[in-house]
């Protein structure tokens, strides 16, 4: 029989969880808003190793508007290239593109693989402006704050950084933190830069498109990067301490905070970065993000509860694998409880744990120490190189295959 589940969050972890769960079992997604894909809408990278298990999916590409990442530049605070790298992931990991894409445009494919007939299995049943109040982990049961139960044979708790799933069942545990960085960000059309030579490699994703990283020096806390998040336009991030922000992302228990002035985002970086690159923050609605991830949980499961993307290890994004190893999670799940009855689920979620938590630590420490917010623990550690990272990360084909080395491995 299929299994009962429930899935607290329809961002991009609760919907890749419907979406690959659905074919063999019985899905409902209780999402706290409306699914406006309008709202907090920024760029992101889908790296191959996600991308990978996405195409195998059946997702199309052609629905996410997407630019192929070909680049890494690096370029000091005026603008000038120091270095660039190629990066194309298509020849040396599988056959699998990196890209960098719309969140929107993502989660309105992730929609459809979750819900659509032209996917395998039932629909996913998708429960809008259901806030999650309380969870039994052991019932098996999920209250939200209309007095609405929901029952399940597991319940699966991908409601992001500030998951209500994990502080219900993990009291105490996985607490958010931040680590005095804030992003500012803002979006650039394309044509609104192609008369600037400092930019002349960005104006054409088509032939190449990446991300730029300009630094004072390599160890500096403040950075302009930039990104492709279409063929159109550009993302433009600033790096910087939190400053008297930090008060406000307290105070309004939030971390974002909107429509921050441009006078204060070019004050902040225009003594130590150009005014070509500055000016960039001239263009756009600017809106503050804080950086955090959270505390290391020893385990993201409890009783009929298991945690995934951010709920249970959100990182920093400096290593740009935050929604990618959320993807592996939801791939992962499906395929451990492919065939699983009730009685099945404990092995089935230990079996998660033990394949997922490794890789995680690795992507966090990477993650904390390109941000250069190493924690004392990870300054005992010899650092991770990109050439270590990468051959962990980017030729990854999905959980069956990554058992099956593992096996010939031992």
């Known amino acids: 029989m299929p299994l009962k589940i429930v899935i607290c969050g329809g961002g991009i972890g609760g919907l890749s969880a419907a979406g690959y769960l659905r074919a063999q079992h019985h899905v409902t997604v209780l999402e706290r808003g409306n699914l406006d894909f309008a709202t907090n809408d920024y760029g992101l990278s889908i790296v191959s190793n996600a991308f990978t298990l996405l195409q195998k999916a059946g997702i199309k590409s052609e629905n996410l508007d997407t630019v192929v990442m070909t680049h890494l530049w690096v370029r000091d605070h005026e603008g000038n290239e120091v270095n660039s790298t190629h990066f194309d992931t298509r020849p040396r990991f599988g056959g699998a593109p990196s890209v960098l894409v719309k969140r929107a445009k993502l989660q309105q494919e992730l929609l459809r693989f979750a819900t659509s007939d032209d996917f395998p299995g039932t629909p996913a049943k998708i429960i809008k402006n259901a806030k999650v109040a309380r969870v039994d982990s052991a019932a098996g049961k999920v209250w939200t704050d209309d007095d609405q139960v929901y029952e399940a044979d597991l319940i699966i708790g991908a409601d992001g950084i500030n998951s209500a799933v994990r502080a219900s069942v993990f009291q105490g545990e996985g607490t958010p933190r931040s680590h005095d960085l804030v992003a500012f960000i803002t979006r650039v059309m394309i044509d609104d830069i192609k008369s600037e030579p400092t930019f002349a490699y960005l104006v ?26 279409s063929a159109h336009d550009i993302q433009v991030l600033g790096y910087t301490s939190e400053g008297e922000l930090a008060e406000k992302f307290d105070s309004q228990n939030t971390g974002i905070i909107r429509d921050i002035p441009a006078s204060r985002v070019v004050e902040e970086f225009s003594p130590e970065f150009s005014d070509t690159l500055v000016s960039l923050f001239r263009h756009g609605k600017i809106d503050a993000w804080r950086v955090r991830d959270i505390e290391p949980m020893d385990t ?23 929604c990618n190893v959320t993807i592996e999670d939801a791939e992962a799940l499906g395929y451990l409880l ?9 092995v089935a979620l230990e079996r998660f744990m033990s394949v997922r938590k490794d890789r995680i630590d690795l992507v966090a420490r990477r993650s904390r120490q390109l941000g250069h917010i190493l924690s004392e623990e990870d300054k005992t550690k010899p650092p991770i190189s990109g050439e270590e990272f990468a051959k962990a990360m980017y030729g990854y084909q999905g959980v069956e295959q990554f058992l099956k080395q593992s096996t010939q491995t031992l």
Request: proline share 7%; aromatic share 4%.
């Open 204 to 229: 054409d994703p088509t032939s190449q498109a990446g991300l730029s990283n300009a630094q004072r020096g390599p160890h500096s806390k403040k950075r302009i990067l930039l990104y492709h998040t």
């Open 300 to 322: 993201w499961i409890h009783e009929k509860v298991v945690l995934i993307g951010d709920a249970a290890h959100a990182v920093t994004q400096h290593a740009g694998q935050g």
């Open 338 to 346: 492919r065939e699983a009855s009730p009685q099945d689920i404990p």
